[in-house]
């Protein structure tokens, strides 16, 4: 069965920093492409970067780029999210996801995922 367990998540003041985590287990983590993505509250799923099963290739959306970096340690089968000058619009459920396409439409690439994490809530608020 595949899972996935996300941690790392908290409150943080503007500004701050934090270092999501997502345990993979079910599958073999190094040939899996993996996606973080954020919801929040009474939005759609917003996707934030990808990752490349080698590590390959890296995309992030515009509204994270410079700011967040994504990695993964396939010895440890952990996908991580680092956040640097949180903002309060970056409050949200973050999940971890497996990607299984990418597809390019008129408004940017799609990332669609069969599996994903239950996430962990980041909150930004002074």
């Known amino acids: 069965e595949v899972q996935f367990v996300e941690s790392g998540g908290g409150m943080v003041q503007p500004g701050g920093s934090l270092r999501l985590s997502c345990v993979a287990s079910g599958f073999t983590f190094s040939s899996g492409d993996m996606s973080w993505v954020r919801q929040a509250p009474g939005k759609g799923p917003e996707w934030v970067s990808y990752?490349?099963?080698?590590?390959?290739?890296?995309y992030y959306a515009d509204s994270v780029k410079g700011r967040f970096t994504i990695s993964r340690d396939n010895a440890k089968n952990t996908l991580y999210l680092e956040m640097k000058r949180l903002k309060p619009q970056d409050t949200a459920l973050y999940f971890c996801a497996r990607v299984t396409l990418i597809t390019t439409t008129e408004t940017g690439d799609r990332y669609d995922y069969d599996y994903r994490g239950q996430g962990t809530q980041v909150t930004v608020s002074s």
């Open positions: 990752i490349e099963s080698d590590g390959s290739r890296i």
